[in-house]
């Protein structure tokens, strides 16, 4: 008999908020009927500036059985959080996660423009990426590498030795499920790969929290550009060079504002 549901989810309880956040995201969209165009990534809608969707379209689903299958692998993943003594653990697990949310949304992006631009697949510029089987697929590398003696339990019954879970799951899911973003997968493996092999290392509490700082500040001032979202506090707007932004936060009723403006910088050029 295994354990109690309650246990294993103070076991994980990262890897249970995670899924209690994609599953009520899932029910607020199914709800308000909201197409997953409307928050999916794609290059078209990323040239258009709106990079919020790199966040929102990972912990977007279409179908729920798109979500089940996701979040059933997610919970099996969660083992990262327990294996504290290997150098993991929950903290490692939420810093690496935000990493591979960004950086396997970034990657899909730039794998479109290798294609669109270089080899002129314009299929590409339309092709929409939604789920959180990016990062699935970037723990389920990362185990691959930290500890291959593993295996990856699906839906209680399906069991893959992990260090070929990868690879079998990326052929298995682009046969079974035709629809599946290759590429998104890919990128996850990626990105797995990068952190497990040691290529980006060095996160801790501290760049943890100002990752997540960063991201949730260019996620608010990309809605407001790309006119997704309007947010009454928040103006943006050119001075001098129309390629630096000025952002004032207005304080309403009172008139005050707290502006932050770009400083001259002569002949320089910004990167």
């Known amino acids: ?17 995670v899924i209690g956040i994609c599953s009520a995201i ?20 990323s040239i258009e500036g709106h990079h919020w969707r ?3 379209s ?14 059933s692998a997610l919970w099996s993943l969660g083992v990262v959080e327990q294996l504290g003594n290997m150098g993991l653990g929950v903290a490692y697990y939420l810093q690496y996660t935000l990493v591979l949310v960004v950086l396997s949304g970034v990657l899909v992006l730039g794998m479109y423009h290798v294609l669109i631009q270089r080899f002129k697949v314009e299929y590409f510029r339309r092709v929409t990426a939604v ?4 990062v699935v697929f970037g723990w389920m590398t990362i185990l691959a590498v930290k500890q291959p003696s593993s295996k990856l339990d699906l839906f209680g019954f399906l069991s893959l030795p992990i260090s070929f879970a990868p690879f079998e799951s990326l052929i298995f899911t682009s046969i079974i499920v035709p629809q599946a973003s290759f590429l ?7 990105a797995g790969y990068a952190i497990a092999w040691g290529l980006i290392h060095g996160m801790n509490n501290y760049w943890g929290v100002s990752m997540l700082g960063w991201t949730a500040l260019m996620f608010v001032f990309s ?49």
């Open 1 to 17: 008999m295994g354990k109690p549901l309650l246990y294993e989810i103070l076991e994980k309880p990262a890897t249970s908020c």
């Open 26 to 45: 899932w029910f607020y969209i199914q709800k308000k009927n909201i197409g997953y165009s409307h928050v999916g990534l794609s290059y078209e809608t």
């Open 54 to 56: 790199i966040i929102t």
């Open 58 to 71: 990972a912990f977007s689903h279409i179908s729920v059985l798109h979500l089940v299958f996701n979040m």
């Open 131 to 134: 789920g959180y089987s990016c």
């Open 184 to 190: 998104g997968h890919l990128s996850g493996i990626i």
């Open 223 to 271: 809605l407001k550009r790309s006119g997704a979202c309007d947010f009454n506090f928040l103006e943006i707007e050119s001075v001098t060079d129309p390629s630096l932004p000025s952002v004032r936060f207005m304080a309403s009723g009172n008139g005050r504002t707290l502006q932050m403006s770009s400083l001259p910088v002569g002949d320089a050029e910004i990167v």
